[in-house]
């Protein structure tokens, strides 16, 4: 029995070894099984982190191909040089991609750039997993000539002009009757309304996609310490700062602003001047408010509620405190209850009247400025065509007032300028209190400009603008107006078209494009409006432009 006892239990320890045996494998199998579908979850995460890298590329430059640019033949992702030299590490492992144009059949179905992405774990050279994925996007771009988020208004465009590209807007207006895109007078023919150039160009209707301008880029661009004359190319009003903190206060009656700079010094009357937004463009409601108490050098509340962000720029608007005229010599004299270092030779706007785009009456020319104790001086010359005796005409107690950046003589090989103000590009004759070497025509060579407020053109001389190497805009904006409104000088339309000339493009993102005569290579606006005779001929050299941002319009996922 003893023996018999033996054998049962050596039996029973052999029947769980081989139980444990097969459950310890089976566990294993299963970790291992686990481990995969894990490894293949993360590589899948790790190509879908490429696909997004490649976007952020695309976004800051439509034109990027890991094998080339937007102009090469190469439609495949088979060399290893149509990947990145190096693939991109992140945990748990490593992803590369490939961003390339169409192959015809792609392109067929309206897609204009394709990403493939793969993810690895743990490596690329050595890894448990891999997944890949691609993405066909339909990306914009600078493929227009011209384009309008909202309104395209041609109604006063003069005959013999010429708009050579494609067109997009939301609403086209030719006869001024305020009802758009009717069939065969705002849009389409026959005869084909807007002007014909025999290339079948495409008149679409539509807002999206449009470009996003990133002013932080053009800032930084503009920073750089080699562009002449001597960097950084950024200017500034007296008194500017940008927002770090905003908050509501006074049981939600007001809203208190911290600011990156101090700004209030002294024993100035801070709380009779208004503050003004200008990242958000045009001296509108809601852009700016008086003052209503200063809480130190740095903290203003405001008489009022606003929807202003961090990071949005401000600068102080004064209001007249005095203020006497000079009626033979078309000046006057004010003062300002806050010191205020005002720069000779640049402009002052009259935001009360507000509309220095048009009237001549409502900016004047700095002759002089000065401050003793918390009171500022300053004289401003009108132009010569004013009449002070009117006193419709005149500047009083209590208007708000800015300063602009005038531009009066050409400016040469400078790369890039970004300006944290309004500008004027002053196209006058010469005045009869300036110096006899002024001519009134401005030259920008190789030089663009990008501001956070308006750009107004006025006076009837000549105007030229040509891009510099590093292909920034001509002129652009977030959200300022350029406006372009007197008639220039010349004896025939084309003469007059050729005193606006630009060899690149004019851009705002959500102000209003205005311009009597015109020649450019592209225009966008959110609303376009032109007057007289324009000429713009696309040239696919704007698809280079960086610093915009586009939307994808069009897009479909595929995992591989």
Same mark, same amino acid.
């Given at each position: ?17 081989? =139980? ?24 899948l ?10 976007l952020?590329?695309?976004?800051? !430059?439509?034109?990027?191909? $890991? ?12 060399d ?5 030299s190096t693939?991109?590490? =992140?945990?748990?492992?490593? #992803? ?7 192959t ?24 448990r ?5 691609? =993405?066909?996007? $339909? ?26 590209g494609?067109?997009q807007?939301? #609403? ?8 758009y ?8 023919? /026959?005869?084909?309304? =807007? ?15 449009? /470009? ?10 503009a920073?750089?310490?080699? #562009? /002449?004359?001597?960097? /950084?190319?950024t ?8 927002i $770090?903190?905003?908050? &509501? ?12 700079t ?27 408010k ?45 003062t ?20 220095w785009n048009?009237? #001549? &009456?409502d ?11 918390? $009171? ?7 132009d ?25 003589i ?5 790369? +890039? ?48 603008i040509?891009?510099?190497?590093a ?14 409104? !007197? ?12 005193q ?10 959500n102000?209003?494009?205005?311009f009597?005569y ?9 609303n376009?409006?032109f ?20 939307? +994808? ?8």
């Amino acid at each position: 029995m003893k023996g018999v006892a033996l054998i049962i239990v050596i039996f029973a320890m052999m029947l769980f070894a081989i =139980l444990g045996w097969t459950l310890a494998n089976l566990q294993s199998g299963d970790f291992e099984i686990n481990l995969r579908n894990l490894d293949s979850e993360r590589a899948l995460g790790l190509a879908e982190s490429g696909v997004q890298w490649a976007l952020g590329q695309l976004s800051a !430059d439509s034109c990027f191909r $890991t094998g080339g640019d937007c102009n090469s033949v190469d439609s495949d992702c088979i060399d290893g040089a149509d990947w990145l030299s190096t693939p991109h590490s =992140l945990s748990p492992g490593q #992803y590369n991609i490939c961003c390339r144009n169409p192959t015809a059949s792609e392109l067929s179905l309206g897609y204009n750039t394709v990403i493939e992405a793969r993810g690895y774990v743990a490596s690329q050279a050595n890894y448990r997993a891999m997944h890949q994925v691609k =993405l066909e996007v $339909t990306l914009g771009s600078f493929t227009k000539v011209l384009q309008a988020k909202n309104l395209f208004d041609w109604s006063a465009m003069h005959s013999g002009s010429r708009i050579n590209g494609d067109i997009q807007a939301l #609403y086209y207006e030719r006869n001024g009757n305020g009802i758009y895109n009717e069939p065969g007078i705002d849009r389409a023919g /026959p005869p084909s309304p =807007l002007p014909p150039d025999g290339g079948g160009d495409e008149r679409t209707i539509a807002a999206e996609p449009y /470009p996003t301008i990133n002013m932080a880029y053009f800032e930084s661009e503009a920073g750089t310490s080699a #562009y /002449p004359p001597a960097g /950084p190319n950024t200017w500034a009003p007296p008194l500017t700062a940008k927002i $770090t903190t905003v908050s &509501t206060v006074d049981a939600g009656t007001r809203t208190q602003l911290d600011l990156d700079t101090v700004i209030f010094t002294g024993a100035s009357n801070w709380n009779a001047q208004a503050l003004r937004n200008i990242t958000m463009g045009a001296w509108q409601s809601g852009s700016w408010k008086k003052i209503y108490s200063v809480i130190d050098s740095d903290t203003v509340k405001l008489d009022g509620l606003v929807s202003w962000q961090p990071g949005e720029r401000i600068t102080l608007a004064p209001r007249i405190f005095s203020i006497s005229t000079n009626i033979p010599n078309r000046t006057y004299t004010m003062t300002f209850d806050c010191a205020l270092a005002w720069s000779v030779n640049e402009a002052v706007r009259n935001f009360s009247r507000n509309s220095w785009n048009y009237d #001549y &009456t409502d900016w004047g020319v700095i002759l002089s400025s000065s401050i003793i104790g918390s $009171t500022t001086t300053l004289t401003v010359r009108v132009d010569d065509s004013v009449d002070l005796n009117n006193s419709a005409n005149l500047w009083v107690v209590n208007d708000w007032l800015g300063e602009a950046k005038r531009y009066r003589i050409d400016t040469n090989d400078q790369s +890039l300028w970004y300006i944290m103000a309004d500008v004027l590009f002053d196209l006058r004759n010469r005045q009869s209190w300036e110096a006899a070497s002024i001519n009134g025509n401005i030259r920008f060579k190789k030089t663009g400009l990008v501001t956070e407020g308006d750009i107004t053109i006025k006076g009837t001389n000549r105007l030229q603008i040509t891009k510099s190497s590093a292909n920034y805009p001509n002129l652009a904006s977030q959200n300022g107006n350029l406006i372009s409104p !007197d008639i220039p000088d010349g004896g025939s339309e084309a003469a007059k078209r050729g005193q606006r000339d630009f060899d690149y493009i004019v851009y705002t993102q959500n102000g209003s494009l205005f311009f009597n005569y015109l020649n450019a290579i592209a225009a966008y606006g959110n609303n376009v409006t032109f007057d007289g005779q324009v000429s713009l001929d696309y040239d696919n050299d704007v698809t280079s432009l960086t610093g915009f941002t586009w939307g +994808l319009s069009k897009r479909i996922w595929r995992e591989q």
